[in-house]
Nanobody, 127 residues
């Protein structure tokens, strides 16, 4: 069982930065691929980024490449999403997610692949 708690959301102007954190409970964190998703009002939940168990592999959706960076610290049971050059279209509730796996890859981009979810944190980017 993995419990996830996100933090770090807020209101920022376009071009600004935010850093989201996801704190995980349990001793299985290093065995999890971690993902970040977001959901804007009236839209489906969409994949943002994922990171492999070791942190050596990352994967991003095209719209955030070069602006967002996903990382993790297995010693601290945390995953982070650094978001730079934010745009109004990045406005959404952001969720971290985890799946326990033996796969070495970070290529987990479907929400149905994840078993554990945080409660979400609101990110609002003003123009």
């Amino acid at each position: 069982q993995v419990q996830l708690v996100e933090s770090g959301g807020g209101l920022v102007q376009a071009g600004g930065s935010l850093r989201l954190s996801c704190a995980a409970s349990g001793r299985t964190f290093s065995g999890c691929v971690m993902g970040w998703f977001r959901q804007a009002p009236g839209k489906e939940r969409e994949f943002v980024a994922s990171i492999s168990r070791s942190g050596g592999s990352t994967y991003y959706t095209d719209s955030v490449k070069g602006r967002f960076t996903v990382s993790r610290d297995n010693a601290k049971n945390t995953a982070n999403l650094q978001m730079n050059s934010l745009k109004p279209e990045d406005t959404a509730v952001y969720y971290c997610a985890a799946v326990i796996t033996t796969a070495p890859t970070s290529y987990f981009r479907s929400h149905s692949q994840y078993d554990y979810w945080g409660q979400g944190t609101q990110v609002t980017v003003s123009s």
